[in-house]
């Protein structure tokens, strides 16, 4: 397939999953419109079958079916939701058949037709609860002691509360985890420009020919990945927490571009019902063709704010250093700095969400190496004013995301990218100061056999446009991934 024709097949169809996200988005603003305008007429057609739909959910929740009932109501979702009834035994059967979050968003709705429904508030704190989202079911479950006159309500809501307290007195600590494996096919393993001739200015332009390593090059490759998370709660909150990823791939032919990933990270952080902030340390080590190649360490802050259960924002900024281990690839030493700030949407019927974030960063040109010793050559200018030929560097992007679940198990998504680079040094090799745009697209099932198994097929491509043509290069990954995640 032509490249031209490829990109518009991703952009059709990015573009329908985007359209069926923004699809839940106008049900959800039209769900509010008739609620304030309910014609008489309209009212009494279906009132018979509505009514039995409440009925037998009812019943099979009293009979303890609550899976069965969510089955049974959740395709009607579109056209009753924002209506009490059928919120509240929606929000019910998602919350006692293992589907907290989605009965919040049930809840929520229910609650804001009528804030005083104490038993909706109450399945509310439940449901926190069972998310693990302990400060936010505290205030709910207070809210609703005070509503409360009977002795043996009072006394059950009040062991959720002592339970709470106990958790978070008792420094309680959480573990999870994950593993995962895969193949693929990618289309350039190592970034590099298809052109195998260039022309490089030395006195006077010259033709240079690439070594077969600086030459795109398609492989299939194998990819393996673990990580894990401890969280450690000081007290109601304060915590602490530490983690870390390996990720390995390797390639069929190509065994100089495998590579290996190291990443740890730990520091301390505050929670309250609405904020999760986030403040530590992180390193990472990185292997190239079994070849130990650069090392990375810095901190980095979080800020993640909740202004409703279908509405977040994420904040983040972060100081690293990026240094190589070979002498010759030490000159491209930098110290980076980013700041990042995103916004997450889940729509009313908990089944689409879109998302969209911006960063800013730069890239400070920091190694002072002028000459580079290449046996048998001796040494060789890398740059008159030292560190990388094209200097420090200036970069801003904006990322796009939506998925939409095409049934209880199998969610579609999409997310697309672009980034502009900036450089600020004159390339003498190149006679021009470098400027980069990189696009990118990714496009995916997650499919869940179950709460803890995933399989993930997924494309993605990446286009780099330079203006220096050693820099351009576009590339396409197909890959099969499994996932088992521990919680």
């Known amino acids: 397939m032509k490249l031209k024709n490829f990109v518009k097949t991703l952009a059709w169809i990015f573009f329908s999953l985007l359209t069926a996200a923004r699809g839940a988005y106008a049900q959800e603003v039209m769900q509010k419109a008739q609620q304030s305008e309910v014609p008489v007429a309209k009212e009494s057609v279906g009132v018979d079958t509505y009514e039995k739909l409440l009925r037998d959910a009812d019943s099979l929740i009293r009979s303890g079916k609550p ?15 924002g209506k009490v009834r059928f919120d509240y035994l929606l929000g019910i ?57 009977t002795d043996d309500a009072r006394a059950n809501i009040q062991k959720y509360l002592d339970s709470i307290d106990a958790r978070k007195e008792g420094k309680q600590t959480s573990v999870s985890g994950y593993v995962e494996g895969g193949f693929g096919r990618d289309s350039n393993v190592n970034n590099s420009t298809s052109q195998s001739q260039i022309q490089i200015f030395d006195s006077t332009w010259t033709t240079a020919t690439l070594d077969s390593t600086n030459i795109k090059a398609a492989d299939n490759y ?29 390639n069929n032919a190509r065994k100089q571009f495998d590579t290996l990933e190291l990443d740890a990270r730990a520091g301390i952080m505050f929670e309250t019902k609405s904020d999760r902030i986030r403040l530590g340390v992180l390193g990472g080590r990185y292997k190239l063709g079994g070849l130990h190649n650069s090392d990375t360490s810095g901190v980095k802050g979080e800020w993640r704010h909740v202004f409703s259960p279908g509405n977040q924002m994420n904040m983040f900024v972060q100081s690293a250093q990026y240094r190589y281990v070979d002498p010759i690839m030490q000159p491209n030493d930098f110290d980076q700095r980013v700041i990042g700030l995103g916004w997450m949407h889940v729509f009313a019927d908990g089944r689409s969400s879109l998302s969209g974030s911006v960063h800013y960063g730069e890239e400070k040109d920091v190694s002072p190496i002028i000459k580079v010793d290449i046996p048998p050559h001796g040494f060789i200018t890398a740059n008159p004013s030292g560190g990388r030929n094209d200097g420090a560097k200036r970069f801003r992007g904006l990322r796009v995301g939506g998925q939409s679940a095409f049934n209880e198990r199998t969610m579609l998504f999409a997310r697309a990218g672009m980034q502009v680079g900036e450089y600020n040094k004159f390339n003498a090799y ?11 697209l990714t496009m995916g099932v997650n499919r869940h056999w179950d709460k803890q198994w995933t399989l993930l097929p997924q494309l993605r491509y990446f286009k780099n446009d330079s203006n220096i043509v050693i820099y351009s290069y576009n590339r396409m990954d197909v890959s099969l991934t499994v996932r088992r995640d521990f919680r």
Do not use: C
Request: hydrophobic letters at 40%.
């Open 430 to 440: 190149f006679q021009r100061q470098r400027n980069d745009r990189l696009y990118d």
């Open 67 to 81: 899976a069965a009932a969510y089955n049974l109501l959740e395709p009607h979702e579109f056209k009753h939701s």
């Open 222 to 250: 194998y990819s393996m990945a673990a990580g894990g998370e401890i969280n450690h709660g000081l007290n109601a909150n304060w915590g602490l927490y530490a983690g870390g990823d390996l990720r390995k791939r390797g």
């Open 93 to 149: 059967a998602a919350l006692d058949s293992g589907k907290p979050d989605l009965a919040t968003l049930a809840f929520e709705r229910v609650l804001t037709m009528d804030p005083d429904f104490t038993a909706a508030r109450l399945d509310m704190a439940r449901a926190y609860y069972q998310m693990g989202d302990l400060q936010r079911a505290r205030t709910e479950f207070a809210a609703v002691l005070k509503l409360q006159s």
